[in-house]
């Protein structure tokens, strides 16, 4: 079974600082998507990245872009030039036949 | 732009009730499922379709009960409530080839 993992329960961040979270997944499969969700205090689930596992080049949307390394199968989130607005819980998902999602990292900016 | 649509958004049951979290889309997607969410635990998939009719189970089915009669609308019915099924449950929806789900705002579900 297919299994991500977030070893990072808790992160904190200056503003305008960059921090990196990070994401190992565990599967067997050789074409695979990945993801990063942002949910903040409202728990509504949005989308922040999205990465094709046949794709070789880094995704990257603003100020968010993922290091992914499929050999060691890890994905992690770089958000530069941290924000007040990104502070909520993160959560990486793996895409195979299903979706699974890990337990989540909980961001916090300081002011 | 209505997207993944649930109904209610907060609930209280007395253990041993009943009830139906209703989810609705309007983007035509194929695949729906349900979640839950809770403390520690990431999202869980709980019951999932892959089209009108069709139904499978997830990783946490027991105590829950879906249908599909139509494409647009997945409800989630839990039979008898239990404690165990205070959460905060998620509705998505995506394409056939799944490439990106689209979550709805979530139910929080509390049973007393």
């Known amino acids: 079974a297919q299994t991500v993992t977030q070893s990072q329960p808790e992160m904190s961040v200056q503003e305008a600082e960059t921090v990196t979270l990070s994401c190992t997944y565990d599967t067997s499969e050789s074409d695979y998507y990945l993801f990063w969700y942002k949910q903040p205090p409202s728990r509504q689930m949005i989308l922040v990245i999205r990465?094709?596992?046949?794709?070789?080049q880094n995704a990257t949307e603003n100020r968010f872009s993922v290091n992914f390394q499929k050999a060691a199968k890890s994905f992690s989130l770089k958000i530069s030039d941290s924000q007040l607005g990104d502070a909520a819980m993160y959560f990486c998902?793996?895409?195979?036949?299903?979706?699974?999602f890990g337990t989540g990292t909980s961001l916090t900016v300081i002011p | 732009n209505a997207g993944v649509t649930q109904t209610p958004k907060f609930q209280v049951l007395k253990t041993g009730q009943s009830m139906t979290l209703q989810c609705a889309q309007d983007m035509n997607h194929e695949y729906m499922s349900w979640y839950r969410q809770d403390p520690g635990m990431g999202l869980r998939l709980i019951h999932y379709?892959?089209?009108?009719?069709?139904?499978d189970q997830g990783e946490v089915p027991n105590g829950y009960n879906v249908s599909r009669s139509t494409t647009e609308d997945f409800p989630l019915r839990l039979l008898s409530a239990a404690p165990s099924q205070t959460s905060v449950y998620f509705c998505?929806?995506?394409?056939?080839?799944?490439?990106?789900?689209?979550f709805g705002e979530g139910s929080w579900l509390t049973v007393v």
């Open positions: 379709s892959v089209g009108a009719g069709i139904t």
């Open positions: 990465q094709e596992a046949y794709k070789q």
């Open positions: 998505a929806s995506s394409r056939r080839d799944r490439n990106t789900i689209y």
């Open positions: 998902a793996y895409k195979g036949n299903q979706f699974y």
